[in-house]
């Protein structure tokens, strides 16, 4: 399990109005959350 959290304020401001999200400081953030989730699935499944 991590220990992680992405807090998202001001929502609104950070995605434009198809979705994506814009803020550079918030997508660097979210893709090491997403690297690291996988780095522990992998973890977890060679220890299957």
Do not use: K, N
Not at 21 to 29: A, G, V, Y
């Amino acid at each position: 399990m991590l220990d992680v959290e992405l807090p998202v304020g001001r929502a609104a401001e950070l995605f434009d109005e198809h979705g994506e999200l814009t803020d550079p400081r918030t997508r660097e953030r979210l893709a090491e959350i997403v690297s690291a989730v996988l780095a522990q699935h992998d973890r977890l499944r060679e220890a299957a």
